[in-house]
């Protein structure tokens, strides 16, 4: 069945960087698209980022555009978020997510997450 | 960025049916109509429930319904359970190339 196993959170300083990764099995990944999706404590979902089967393009949203980057290794089925510039409000569970076989439908398969906190 | 409002909570009791409302506030959509809806239980990982506006995967109740009219996409859930409380998330492409989510709606079964 499909998985996305989540790794590489953890606590860092206002400022510092983290790389998170997600590998992936049970699906044809280099055909998908994947998201990354976040949750801070007690709060609803944002969506952060979506790159293409074939890692172009990728889109953002405002909140995290010049200051992550998403990335995939379709040889080792991993998916990458490189988090930089870390801010207060980036602390959150960060999930990812396997893109819907209509790229426009968005997202169907999620991990269990990863929990990254950003202390000051 | 577009915006997605969803009403903080919404409340049945059981066997009722209840309906969700999820209404752009923003011309970002375009002609996309792209709407999807997540469930998520206390604690858990969200699930997807609806995709292309009223699709169901396989495997989701047929409790489960949507539908969109204008500017505003609703999810039905028929027969009210217990286990239906949890919070829910509507989703929808953009013409800018990203995506957005609602700011989610607790479902209370009384």
């Known amino acids: 069945q499909v998985q996305l196993v989540e790794s590489g959170g953890g606590v860092v300083q206002s400022g510092g960087s983290l790389r998170l990764s997600c590998v992936v099995s049970?699906?044809?990944?280099?055909?998908?698209?994947m998201h990354w999706v976040r949750q801070a404590p007690g709060k609803g979902l944002e969506w952060v980022a979506v790159?293409?089967?074939?890692?172009?393009?990728?889109f953002y949203a405002d909140s995290v555009k010049g200051r992550f980057a998403i990335s995939r290794d379709n040889s080792k089925y991993t998916l990458y978020l490189q988090l930089n510039n870390l801010r207060s409000q980036d602390t959150a569970v960060y999930y990812c997510?396997?893109?819907?076989?209509?790229?426009?439908?968005?997202?169907?398969?999620w991990g269990q997450g990863t929990t990254v906190t950003v202390s000051s | 960025q577009s915006a997605l409002t969803q009403p903080a909570s919404v409340s049945g009791s059981p066997r009722q049916s209840i309906t969700i409302s999820c209404t752009e506030t923003s011309s970002d959509l375009g002609d996309y109509n792209y709407f999807a809806w997540y469930q998520q239980h206390p604690g858990k990982v969200p699930e997807l429930l609806i995709f292309d506006v009223d699709k169901r995967p396989s495997g989701v109740s047929h409790r489960f319904s949507a539908s969109k009219s204008g500017n505003t996409a609703s999810l039905t859930i028929s027969g009210l359970q217990p286990e239906d409380e949890a919070h829910y998330y509507c989703?929808?492409?953009?013409?800018?190339?990203?995506?957005?989510f609602g700011g989610g709606t607790k479902v209370t079964v009384l």
């Open positions: 997510v396997k893109g819907s076989n209509h790229y426009y439908y968005g997202m169907d398969v």
């Open positions: 049970g699906f044809a990944f280099n055909y998908q698209s």
């Open positions: 790159i293409s089967p074939d890692g172009s393009p990728e």
């Open positions: 989703s929808s492409y953009t013409d800018s190339g990203q995506w957005v």
